[in-house]
């Protein structure tokens, strides 16, 4: 019975310390926070704030309904009609040139103005023979190639349409590092992905500005030596 007796002490000896060391700890240190009260959050990091002036839940939803409306896909088509072969009995038979099916790329273009007008990568349109533009709605339209520019990378395409959705150019030296930035794009035709991130640095010189001067002067004049931009 004495054992008993000192064991029961021991137990509620200890209930007493560890009641007294959380006591006191949580006025020392404060309790917990709780971020989102009836899903207004308590923090400035992750809350903005609505037309009514009402703190909300941060999400890019509102930005990226917006924008994917004003991001197409682009597939360029080459008829690439021949090349030249070097079997001799190939050339007996079929002549110095063999027949080739056609060449297809792909990528995303972004409409610039209600006319459509629309910019994309120079890659995706070089000496293509049809480029087809398909828009968030699923149709489809012939485009023509009105200007290039390999050393940005940069091609700037027309559709036959009016009063289309569209994004505007911006000053990009407003920006600041650490502001939220979305991708956006539809290189495969599979409706437009979103991707969200940060601006990390700025002001960085990736060499895609006169690369043709920039490969003379170290002694090459491959073009593919130069990274490439991509929208």
């Not at 709780?34 to 990091?45: A, L, R, Y």
């Not at 682009?74 to 060449?103: A, C, H, K, L, V």
């Not at 023979?129 to 485009?143: E, G, W």
């Not at 006169?210 to 002067?217: D, L, M, P």
Request: charged share 20%; glycine share 8%; hydrophobic share 35%.
């Amino acid at each position: 019975m004495k054992n008993f007796g000192s064991l029961i002490l021991a137990a509620i000896l200890g209930s007493a310390i560890t009641i007294s060391a959380f006591l006191w700890f949580d006025k020392e240190h404060g309790s917990v926070k709780i971020e989102h009260v009836n899903g207004t959050p308590t923090s400035k990091v992750a809350y903005r704030i609505n037309e009514k002036g009402e703190a909300v839940v941060f999400d890019f939803t509102a930005t990226a309904e917006k924008v994917t409306k004003a991001v197409v896909h682009i597939r360029s088509t080459t008829q690439t009609t021949s090349r030249e072969s070097n079997d001799p009995i190939q050339q007996f038979f079929f002549g110095p040139g063999q027949p080739q099916g056609p060449s297809v790329s792909s990528g995303s273009g972004v409409i610039i103005n209600a006319d459509g007008y629309i910019v994309t990568n120079n890659h995706v349109v070089q000496d293509a023979d049809v480029v087809d533009v398909t828009l968030n709605d699923n149709r489809s339209f012939k485009a023509e190639v009105v200007g290039t520019d390999p050393d940005t990378d940069l091609a700037l395409i027309k559709i036959n349409q009016k009063d289309l959705p569209y994004l505007s150019f911006v000053n990009s030296d407003n920006s600041k590092v650490g502001e939220w930035v979305l991708a956006v794009g539809n290189p495969f035709n599979l409706n437009s992905t979103v991707t969200a991130g940060i601006i990390s640095a700025k002001g960085r010189n990736i060499g895609i500005i006169n690369t043709n001067h920039h490969t003379q002067r170290n002694g090459s004049d491959d073009p593919h030596t130069a990274p490439e931009a991509f929208i």
